[in-house]
């Protein structure tokens, strides 16, 4: 997985889903997780921040990935130079407070899987207006990378 969209109401388990991501990739010793996580609902990420951080973090990512791709055509993770997954919860809320953000997303979309530098977002909102680049809309929102949870789970927390 280079990137996953997860698209629901509140109540239909985004947040649960990339509980679960983080789970799957702590058990991977050549991986890392980092989180931009405004409800502070991610637990086992490696890094974490809330919305007020997520431009430094997703700067940071970038700044990997150009490190990364300019010493090999694709980089293979390891132990010492783990895989990156930055999970997003609420990307559509994030994108609508912080505009920049949605110029760090689109690179991340486009330059992330050469680095290993992986991305998993939840929103509620396809719409242009919440993502406000239609090219970083287009790179999530497509059948082999967006997942809809139309339904409430009970028990499951968004």
Same mark, same amino acid.
């Given at each position: /997985?280079?990137? =996953?969209l997860?698209?629901?109401?509140?109540?239909?388990?985004?947040? %649960?889903r990339? &509980?679960?991501l983080?789970? @799957?990739?702590?058990?991977d010793?050549?991986?890392?997780t980092?989180?931009?996580?405004? %409800?502070?609902? =991610?637990?086992?990420?490696?890094?974490?921040?809330d919305? *007020?951080?997520?431009?430094? /973090? =997703?700067?940071d990512?970038?700044? +990997?990935?150009d490190?990364?791709?300019?010493?090999?055509?694709? %980089?293979?993770?390891?132990?010492? $130079?783990?895989? #990156? +997954?930055?999970?997003?919860d *609420?990307?559509?809320? =994030? /994108?609508?407070?912080h505009?920049?953000?949605?110029? &760090?997303? !689109?690179r991340?979309?486009?330059?992330?899987?050469r680095?290993? #530098? !992986?991305?998993? +977002?939840?929103? &509620?909102?396809?719409?242009?207006?919440a993502?406000?680049l239609?090219?970083?809309? *287009?790179?999530? +929102?497509?059948?082999?990378? @967006? $997942? %809809?949870?139309?339904?409430?789970?009970s028990? *499951?927390?968004?």
């Amino acid at each position: /997985m280079h990137k =996953l969209l997860l698209v629901g109401p509140t109540g239909s388990g985004k947040t %649960h889903r990339l &509980q679960h991501l983080a789970a @799957a990739h702590a058990a991977d010793p050549a991986a890392t997780t980092w989180a931009i996580d405004p %409800h502070a609902e =991610l637990v086992g990420a490696d890094r974490r921040t809330d919305f *007020d951080g997520a431009a430094q /973090m =997703l700067a940071d990512a970038l700044a +990997l990935i150009d490190e990364r791709t300019g010493r090999s055509e694709e %980089h293979i993770p390891t132990a010492a $130079e783990p895989r #990156v +997954l930055i999970l997003i919860d *609420d990307a559509d809320d =994030l /994108m609508a407070r912080h505009e920049p953000t949605c110029g &760090q997303l !689109h690179r991340l979309a486009t330059t992330g899987r050469r680095a290993a #530098v !992986h991305t998993a +977002l939840t929103a &509620q909102s396809t719409t242009l207006q919440a993502w406000r680049l239609a090219e970083l809309r *287009d790179h999530y +929102l497509n059948p082999a990378t @967006a $997942e %809809h949870l139309p339904r409430r789970h009970s028990g *499951d927390e968004d």
